[in-house]
């Protein structure tokens, strides 16, 4: 009797203790079915002991971070350091021999213009495509996979590289092989392409934006004089426009029947900026992908290659 008015008033008398069990280890575990912890009325609710709750708990926590922007390429301080040694200063357009196989099984070989390093990863280099290119544009979806070969002439290199062929080309286009994601930007792959291919087309060269106006290599048109016209073109994307006339009117005059001896200038920017749209739609940036590299020294004897 003295062992039983510790239990609450409404304990059941089948669960007294007995002669075979020790009283205090009995009244322990009494206790505890009287007056559970916390801990263990939570976790007997969802079905799982308290360590597994906490193990759930830490799973679901705080969300690992984005991730970091990858290394640079072991090769890539060598390049650019070349790059500036050579081109850095210079206003001559750059060029870098390609070649790959068409499908007739023939070698192709063409020169392309260097337009620029891509800045969120340095495995892509930029080039300039005109999509009414007919003859590198069928190279390239023959097959996107080529070797470049890079020379720096006053630093005595070779760059040999080995990769794949990637093309951004306008929305309204359609071609194969657009740009992978960049792992390092947030944006959609067209999304983060189409802004890079309108950054890239704000800093041409106003002689060489305009050549986007022109037919493509290997054509011959009709009116030679008239298609060539265009002999520079400076950028009409809303932001950049400075006025009525952002665009030298140069042959362009001669592109549109609309506009008579006497047009107005609002008839004139209205055909200068198609003609701007038009050529902006025909710019497509070529980009390579760099899988493999070999750089060829041959200033010091004997010739490094590494």
């Avoid at 990637?166 to 740009?179: D, E, F, G, K, L």
């Amino acid at each position: 009797h003295e062992r039983t008015h510790l239990l609450p008033p409404s304990f059941p008398p089948s669960l007294l203790p007995t002669s075979h069990v020790s009283p205090t280890s009995h009244l322990s575990r009494l206790r505890n079915m009287a007056y559970p912890s916390p801990a263990q009325s939570n976790s007997s609710k969802v079905g799982f002991s308290v360590e597994t709750a906490n193990k759930f708990a830490a799973a679901s926590g705080p969300v690992s971070p984005p991730p970091q922007a990858a290394p640079p390429a072991p090769w890539f301080a060598n390049l650019k350091r070349s790059f500036n040694r050579n081109y850095l200063y210079g206003d001559d357009p750059v060029f870098v021999q390609m070649t790959n196989i068409r499908r007739s099984g023939q070698v192709s070989l063409h020169s392309l213009q260097f337009q620029d390093f891509l800045e969120d990863d340095n495995r892509f280099l930029e080039f300039l495509l005109a999509m009414n290119d007919n003859i590198l544009m069928g190279d390239i979806k023959s097959d996107p996979s080529a070797k470049l070969i890079w020379a720096m002439p006053k630093s005595k290199e070779h760059f040999y590289f080995t990769g794949k062929f990637y093309i951004a080309s306008a929305p309204i286009q359609v071609t194969r092989y657009p740009p992978p994601k960049i792992a390092m930007s947030d944006l959609p792959s067209a999304e983060f392409w189409e802004e890079e291919r309108t950054k890239q087309w704000k800093r041409l060269n106003p002689k060489i934006r305009a050549t986007f106006t022109w037919p493509g290599p290997g054509e011959m048109p009709r009116a030679e004089k008239l298609a060539y016209s265009c002999l520079s073109m400076e950028v009409m994307l809303e932001e950049n426009k400075r006025g009525p006339f952002a665009t030298k009117v140069n042959g362009v005059l001669g592109r549109s029947n609309s506009i008579s001896g006497n047009g107005a200038a609002g008839q004139i920017e209205n055909t200068v900026k198609l003609m701007h749209d038009i050529a902006m739609d025909n710019f497509c940036l070529l980009v390579f992908k760099i899988s493999e590299v070999q750089h060829y020294e041959y200033g010091t004897f004997p010739p490094k290659r590494t």
